[in-house]
């Protein structure tokens, strides 16, 4: 991050300075429906280290969040049979900026509009380091795993498809 370029004040590190989290940040050119490899590229990081805030919801409205491996995709069958609920969806992008207050590619699980169910794949909690958005299109921050654990007390689930 050059130093013409300050990181930016977001409801995410609000929420991070406010739960006493250390974070690192990593601003990045943003490309529209570029993802996490765009991020992963940039950062010059593993994606399977950049993590993804997905906004889903179950079969009667009610929104929750998925935290996925970037190079990963959610089983909705699985998720839901471990939830447990019928189904789930993602929620299209109008509905997940009403939910978290976040815009879509800038979504993040922390300093959400209202407090929303988290769900971490299980093996996130096994890596040392891990990139989430924080709170803006083209901004990362870096922090340790179990740091959303302490914070957003999720439930680990088993739902990564390859």
Do not use: W
């Amino acid at each position: 991050m050059s130093k013409a370029e300050h990181a930016p004040e977001t409801q995410a590190t609000k929420f991070l300075k406010a739960h006493r989290v250390p974070f690192s940040s990593h601003l990045y050119a943003y490309e529209e429906h570029g993802g996490t490899k765009v991020s992963a590229r940039e950062l010059n990081v593993d994606e399977h280290a950049v993590v993804k805030t997905l906004v889903f919801e179950d079969e009667n409205g009610k929104p929750l969040i998925v935290l996925m491996h970037g190079d990963c995709k959610v089983s909705t069958k699985e998720l839901a049979r471990q939830i447990p609920c019928k189904k789930v969806e993602p929620c299209k992008p109008e509905v997940a900026n009403r939910h978290t207050g976040f815009l879509v590619g800038g979504t993040s699980p922390f300093g959400t509009k209202k407090a929303l169910p988290v769900f971490i794949e299980k093996s996130i909690l096994d890596l040392p380091l891990i990139y989430i958005n924080g709170g803006r299109r083209g901004y990362l921050v870096g922090i340790h795993p179990h740091d959303i654990l302490r914070t957003l007390a999720p439930k680990a689930v088993e739902a990564a498809l390859a």
